[in-house]
């Protein structure tokens, strides 16, 4: 049997399976061999003859861990990562020792870093520097910040001099520049060449860096002048010198800038790399749209979190402590927020009591308040990323939103207005539902403004909790309009 399952498996065409499937054929053969494992213990405890029995306990093992380290190894990296991300703590270790060492490295960069973290916490030092060593100047310093220093000290030591300097600058950048992007993988040539000497420089590798769609033009000091595309490269006449069709760079990203303008400059001029240079014109690296990609999904990610409140990545099958201490914090003020609106809807117990209507239809009022801020949230902070929002232009963004909010507050008001009347035949009900809900609304856009123009100026990310924050003034100040205009018109 388990033959014809390795035949199978052989057999199998690797090409078009998706992650998917990948993630479910591995967690099939990890239960079926966690299943064999079960019952061959169970025939030891009770059948005599307890060496066939580990005899038999042996073979099943290997069968069922060579079929289980086959099929890892015809993964691509990046799916053996996302398979380890989709499985609890215990089988993603079991998992993780199946796989190759020398794929280690490149595994450890593709998972998230909560992921990385448990998966480091379980090699010795030995293993990760050997799994370091399998690695380039740049990407061992996307890991630096996850690995032990006396890990990083056996790094040092075992490169190179020009690697050792080159992990020293990758190091020296915050993980939002376009520094901590940049790769040192740049193939240059001179201006004064010809393309046939090209062509012989190139031959002399084994392969391109991947992503390589242009060679980089500089002079004798390394200095920056065009480039020249692999395109024109393959078309021209081998005797035309570099000089003559070299183009100049769409973009030259300065090593210390934000990465999001590599990313603007990605998306506005569709590069698949572009040279990254220092203050003085000198080419000190590239950045690939592989990088690029990277980071923007993990902006993304990040501000979809701030914006739950999560102060970091979390591994789904993280511990309930880890879990704890990653969510508490903005729960707790979330707790304090709703108890003031809990207060705000006390003020007015009085008023609830002689016309019930009132508790029934303020949820209305505060949950459509909370939509519409974070809608205006959510495009600001889009703004924000691209560059777009500004402190010179919140006044227009303000009154933009404010007329917005008057518009939806006056139609979708009139709605819950009309229902109001309908329902509980108070014409003055309905009118008070109107402008409680217009304005809610003017508050949220107000809000949904100011809060992450407010972070924005102290240098904060503007999606930092910027959600709860607006659920929360717009909670409050929903009860405290509606319920205050009742009051005032209706009791």
Do not use: C
Not at 43 to 68: I, T
Not at 239 to 251: E, K, Y
Not at 349 to 378: C, D, F, R, W, Y
């Amino acid at each position: 049997m388990p033959e014809i399952l390795e035949k199978a498996e052989a057999e199998r065409p690797q090409a078009h399976a998706s992650v998917q499937d990948a993630l479910a054929e591995v967690t099939a053969l990890l239960r079926r061999h966690r299943l064999v494992e079960g019952l061959v213990h169970e025939q030891m405890e009770h059948a005599p003859g307890g060496e066939r029995a580990e005899l038999v306990e042996s073979l099943v093992y290997r069968q069922n861990k060579a079929l289980l380290q086959r099929k890892l190894d015809r993964l691509h990296t990046a799916d053996i990562a996302y398979v380890l991300e989709a499985l609890p703590l215990d089988e993603r270790l079991y998992i993780w020792d199946l796989v190759r060492a020398s794929r280690d490295g490149d595994i450890l960069l593709e998972v998230s870093d909560a992921v990385r973290e448990s998966l480091i916490s379980s090699m010795d030092t030995e293993e990760l520097v050997a799994a370091t060593g399998t690695l380039e100047a740049d990407e061992i310093a996307e890991l630096a910040p996850d690995l032990p220093q006396e890990v990083m000290d056996d790094v040092f030591q075992s490169l190179p001099v020009e690697e050792r300097e080159q992990l020293r600058a990758a190091m020296s950048f915050d993980d939002d520049m376009v520094g901590a992007l940049m790769d040192f993988e740049d193939v240059t040539v001179r201006p004064d060449v010809t393309l046939e000497v090209v062509l012989r420089y190139l031959r002399r590798f084994d392969e391109l860096p991947s992503q390589t769609d242009q060679l980089f033009v500089v002079d004798r000091d390394e200095k920056l002048l065009g480039v020249l595309p692999i395109n024109l490269l393959i078309v021209t006449d081998p005797d035309a010198t570099v000089g003559a069709i070299m183009r100049p760079a769409p973009v030259k990203l300065l090593q210390h800038e934000h990465a999001d303008v590599a990313a603007g400059a990605f998306e506005r001029y569709d590069l698949v790399s572009a040279p990254v240079v220092d203050t003085n014109d000198k080419l000190v690296g590239r950045v690939t749209v592989d990088e690029v990609l990277d980071f923007v999904r993990e902006s993304g990610e990040g501000d979809l979190l701030a914006q739950a409140g999560l102060r970091e990545e979390e591994d789904v099958f993280a511990s309930v402590w880890a879990s704890f201490k990653n969510r508490w914090a903005w729960l707790a003020i979330n707790l304090v927020t709703a108890f003031i609106a809990s207060r705000v809807i006390g003020l007015f117990e009085g008023s609830i009591e002689k016309l019930v209507a009132l508790a029934a239809l303020m949820p209305i009022v505060a949950g459509i308040g909370g939509n519409s801020g974070n809608q205006t949230i959510t495009m600001i902070v889009r703004g924000a990323a691209l560059g777009q929002v500004s402190s010179a232009n919140a006044r227009q963004l303000i009154r933009k939103e404010i007329v917005v909010s008057l518009l939806n507050g006056l139609i979708w008001g009139g709605v819950m207005g009309l229902v109001a009347m309908l329902l509980y035949k108070d014409i003055s009900l309905g009118l008070v539902m109107v402008l409680a809900m217009t304005l809610n609304l003017v508050l949220a856009a107000l809000m949904g403004v100011l809060i992450p123009m407010t972070l924005l100026k102290f240098g904060r990310d503007p999606a930092l909790g910027s959600s709860v924050l607006i659920t929360a003034v717009t909670d409050s100040g929903g009860f405290f309009i509606f319920l205050g205009l009742a009051t005032v018109f209706l009791v």
